[in-house]
């Protein structure tokens, strides 16, 4: 039985370890736009989007690109999985104000 304890402690041990090995990206929404407006991000990896509305509405992070979308609600923020992506460009866009809020992944 405490060979089971041990096990099972390193295996979560393990797993805290390599969840916090995801890298973090920020974009922030103010003004119907996108900030940064081209973000650079590492090819070949998984990486998570914080995506940080500002505004007093909600927009829709999408992209057809590389299939994500989420709601973004006012002064709140939405994580987003995204990749692991091939080196290249890759659009989003705020489906609410697809006139301002547009931005490219710069994938290296």
Same mark, same amino acid.
Do not use: C, W
């Given at each position: ?5 041990? =096990?099972?402690?390193?295996? +979560? ?5 390599? =969840?916090?090995?995801?890298? !973090?990206?920020? +974009?922030?929404?103010?003004? $119907? ?9 590492? =090819? ?6 914080? #995506? ?26 939405? $994580?987003?999985? #995204? ?5 290249? $460009?890759?659009?989003?866009?705020? %489906?609410? $104000?697809? %006139? ?5 992944? +710069?994938? !290296?």
């Amino acid at each position: 039985m405490r060979g089971f304890f041990i =096990a099972a402690s390193l295996m +979560l041990a393990g797993f805290s370890v390599h =969840a916090g090995e995801i890298p !973090e990206y920020k +974009l922030v929404i103010s003004n $119907h736009r996108y900030q940064p407006a081209e973000l650079k991000v590492p =090819a070949g990896i998984k990486f998570k989007l914080v #995506v940080e509305n500002r505004d007093a509405s909600p927009e829709e992070f999408e992209s057809t690109e590389f299939n994500r979308e989420k709601i973004v609600m006012p002064n709140s923020s939405a $994580h987003i999985y #995204v990749g692991p992506l091939a080196a290249g $460009h890759y659009k989003f866009f705020g %489906d609410f $104000h697809q %006139d301002t809020a547009q931005g490219t992944l +710069l994938v !290296e």
